[in-house]
Every structure is written in structure tokens, then in C-alpha cells.
């Protein structure tokens, strides 16, 4: 295992910018709120539409609910990204339990997930490292024009394009994605570093073998130090 300390007194990979307070920032907000900054690093996960039961969904309802609330309007950015952490962490052990049909754990369905998030990887944005799990994806990824190749358009397109591949494939139609993706900007090294582990350890969390995941980092990151720590 890596020595945290030593992995953290190297420069973070080229390009990474932590999130800075001298700089604008906008949000917005659908069922979850999105804060975006020019030139920032994101960590997203997007999951299949069938990937939670009825049950589960009812469950945020009632959280999201309850918490509004609890927490009447003006509501601050602050707030509403604790109510985004706490539905995140609940729906990442939820996945992590592997419901729904759980499709991209066969190779050719998994394979068109990879190709779209290669595609135009380095002309409108730089790809840190992505795991593509049985019923969801993590990724870290950095749009490079902000304004013409924003955040939602990138994945929009990942999605999009994987999910007609997979439809051809599987001679089927209709939804594969979940509508809203999940996204928070990495704040600095420190945080890449926890967001790297994580994405690297989520098969081995979830108890997926290793044919039924896809897991990838940036080789020029490699190159700068930045890796997953391995698992015994």
C-alpha cells in the first residue's frame, strides 16, 4: 500500500485545479444541486434506470421531504449539498448491493460504456479514471471548454451514446440511464487522492468479480504517481 503522505507530497496531475473562493461559482438545482466552477476536476456517478427498486426511491422521497422540512426556504448551497451527501451515500451502499439487472456486467454491454467514455476524451475533456460497475459508474473527469462542453453535455453524451449501443445490441428499446447524474468538484489533491481510492476499491467493496467490472486511470497520471493502491 501506498504511503499516503509521500502520494500527497507529489504535484497533483497536470491540469487538476482545486476549487478556489477567488473564482465564480454558479449552481443549480434539479432533485440534487450542482455547483460548477470553470476548470474544475469532477467526481460523477450515474447509474441504470432499473439499478434501485420502488422501495428505495420512496425512501429519498420521504429523506428529501423530511429534510426540506426541516430546512425551509432561503435555502443555502450549504444545505442543500448536505441532503445531496446523505442521499449519495445511501444510493453508493444501495448500488453497491448490486439490484436491478445489473446489464454492464457483461462484457460487450460494459465495452460500449468504455467507447463513450473515451470518445473525444482530450478535445472536450480530460478523463482522470472511471470504474464501470454491474449497475452504475464512477468517474473523474475535467470538461476542457466549460462553456461549449459543459458538465451536463458531456454526460449527456456519454450516456446517450452508450445507451443506444446497448440498446442495438440488446435488440431492445427505452430508458438505460437514470435521468439526474450525481457530481461534486474534487477540492484539491487530497480529495482526488480519496476519490481515486475509492473509484479503485468499489469492486472489491461490492464483492464483483473481476470479469463483471471495467476499471481504468489515465496512464500520464500513472506517470505523475497518482494510482490506485492495490487490494489483496
Same mark, same amino acid.
Given at each position: 500500500?501506498?504511503?499516503?503522505?509521500?502520494?500527497?507530497?507529489?504535484?497533483?496531475?497536470?491540469?487538476?485545479?482545486?476549487?478556489?473562493?477567488?473564482?465564480?461559482?454558479?449552481?443549480?438545482?434539479?432533485?440534487?444541486?450542482?455547483?460548477?466552477?470553470?476548470?474544475?476536476?469532477?467526481?460523477? !456517478? =450515474?447509474?441504470?434506470? #432499473?439499478? *434501485?427498486? %420502488?422501495?428505495?426511491? +420512496?425512501?429519498?422521497?420521504?429523506?428529501?421531504?423530511?429534510? /426540506?422540512?426541516?430546512?425551509?426556504?432561503?435555502? !443555502? =448551497?450549504?444545505?442543500? #449539498?448536505? *441532503?445531496? %451527501?446523505?442521499?449519495? +451515500?445511501?444510493?453508493?451502499?444501495?448500488?453497491?448491493?448490486? /439490484?436491478?439487472?445489473?446489464?454492464?456486467?457483461?462484457?460487450?454491454?460494459?465495452?460500449?460504456?468504455?467507447?463513450?467514455?473515451?470518445?473525444?476524451?482530450?478535445?472536450?475533456?480530460?478523463?482522470?479514471?472511471?470504474?464501470?460497475?454491474?449497475?452504475?459508474?464512477?468517474?473523474?473527469?475535467?470538461?476542457?471548454?466549460?462553456?461549449?462542453?459543459?458538465?451536463?453535455?458531456?454526460?449527456?453524451?456519454?450516456?446517450?451514446?452508450?445507451?443506444?449501443?446497448?440498446?442495438?445490441?440488446?435488440?431492445?428499446?427505452?430508458?438505460?440511464?437514470?435521468?439526474?447524474?450525481?457530481?461534486?468538484?474534487?477540492?484539491?489533491?487530497?480529495?482526488?487522492?480519496?476519490?481515486?481510492?475509492?473509484?479503485?476499491?468499489?469492486?472489491?467493496?461490492?464483492?464483483?468479480?473481476?470479469?463483471?467490472?471495467?476499471?481504468?486511470?489515465?496512464?500520464?497520471?500513472?506517470?505523475?504517481?497518482?494510482?490506485?493502491?492495490?487490494?489483496?
Amino acid at each position: 500500500m501506498a504511503n499516503t503522505n509521500q502520494t500527497f507530497n507529489l504535484p497533483p496531475p497536470i491540469g487538476f485545479q482545486p476549487f478556489r473562493d477567488d473564482l465564480p461559482v454558479t449552481w443549480y438545482k434539479q432533485d440534487l444541486p450542482h455547483l460548477r466552477q470553470d476548470g474544475e476536476t469532477y467526481f460523477v !456517478t =450515474f447509474r441504470l434506470n #432499473d439499478s *434501485l427498486p %420502488q422501495s428505495k426511491l +420512496r425512501e429519498l422521497r420521504q429523506l428529501r421531504e423530511e429534510w /426540506m422540512h426541516k430546512h425551509p426556504p432561503p435555502r !443555502t =448551497f450549504a444545505i442543500l #449539498d448536505e *441532503l445531496s %451527501q446523505e442521499i449519495m +451515500r445511501r444510493v453508493e451502499r444501495w448500488l453497491d448491493q448490486q /439490484m436491478g439487472s445489473c446489464i454492464l456486467g457483461h462484457e460487450k454491454l460494459a465495452a460500449e460504456v468504455v467507447n463513450a467514455l473515451h470518445r473525444l476524451d482530450g478535445q472536450n475533456h480530460e478523463l482522470g479514471c472511471f470504474v464501470v460497475m454491474p449497475n452504475h459508474v464512477h468517474a473523474v473527469v475535467r470538461p476542457l471548454t466549460s462553456k461549449e462542453m459543459s458538465l451536463e453535455l458531456i454526460l449527456r453524451r456519454w450516456k446517450g451514446g452508450s445507451a443506444r449501443d446497448i440498446n442495438l445490441i440488446r435488440k431492445s428499446s427505452g430508458a438505460i440511464w437514470q435521468r439526474e447524474s450525481f457530481d461534486r468538484i474534487i477540492r484539491d489533491a487530497e480529495h482526488l487522492y480519496r476519490v481515486i481510492q475509492y473509484i479503485g476499491r468499489n469492486p472489491a467493496k461490492a464483492g464483483v468479480a473481476a470479469e463483471r467490472y471495467r476499471l481504468w486511470i489515465r496512464p500520464s497520471w500513472i506517470q505523475q504517481g497518482w494510482d490506485f493502491e492495490k487490494t489483496s
